[in-house]
């Protein structure tokens, strides 16, 4: 959500400056934000921050509309003060695998999960990385995507 501040936060420098702003310029400006890590597609890897129940079902609701129900290697990462049983309820009936995993600062741990996943998945299969945007930054930080999307997590 900071790149949303930071669009709105530029319209009201616009407008400190004497330059017109208006509700439509918001809305636009609002429209055109992008959060990384919210059903997020690079590849045949998903990541998704999902870490509540609403968010996980959301994605649960996704991949089946997209049809990818058993082709599905969850990296699944929360941290523990989350409703760890509805979030897994939501998505592990999705999975053909399911790795569970603490997300907290061991960067390296995560990064060597994702190879190995990797090494793991099948041409049909899609790897979806959620339950908290420490386990992405984790997968990524090793990852191919670590240096284009590092400031954004």
């Known amino acids: 959500?900071?790149?949303?501040?930071?669009?709105?936060?530029?319209?009201?420098?616009?407008r400190q400056r004497h330059l017109p702003t208006?509700?439509?310029?918001?809305?636009?400006?609002?429209?055109?934000?992008?959060?990384?890590?919210?059903?997020?597609?690079?590849?045949?890897?998903?990541?998704?921050?999902?870490?509540n129940p609403a968010g996980a079902q959301q994605l649960a609701n996704e991949l089946n509309r997209?049809?990818?129900?058993?082709?599905?290697?969850?990296i699944l990462g929360m941290l523990a003060d989350k409703d760890t049983a509805a979030i897994q309820a939501a998505l592990t009936p999705l999975a053909?695998?399911?790795?569970?995993?603490?997300?907290?600062?061991?960067?390296a741990t995560l990064g060597e999960t994702m190879t190995q996943v990797k090494?793991?998945?099948?041409?049909?299969?899609?790897?979806?990385?959620?339950?908290s945007f420490y386990t992405i930054k984790g997968v990524m930080t090793?990852?191919?995507?670590?240096s284009e999307h590092d400031a954004f997590i």
Not at 1 to 14: E, H, K, Q, R, V
Not at 124 to 131: M, P, T
Not at 142 to 146: E, F, N, R, W
């Open 1 to 14: 959500m900071t790149t949303a501040y930071l669009s709105i936060g530029s319209n009201l420098g616009d």
């Open 22 to 51: 208006t509700p439509e310029n918001r809305q636009l400006a609002l429209s055109q934000v992008t959060l990384f890590g919210r059903l997020t597609v690079t590849g045949r890897v998903i990541y998704d921050g999902a870490h």
């Open 66 to 74: 997209w049809v990818l129900r058993g082709h599905v290697i969850l």
């Open 96 to 107: 053909r695998q399911v790795i569970r995993l603490i997300a907290d600062n061991q960067r």
């Open 119 to 131: 090494q793991l998945a099948t041409a049909a299969d899609w790897i979806v990385v959620a339950g």
């Open 142 to 146: 090793h990852g191919d995507l670590a």
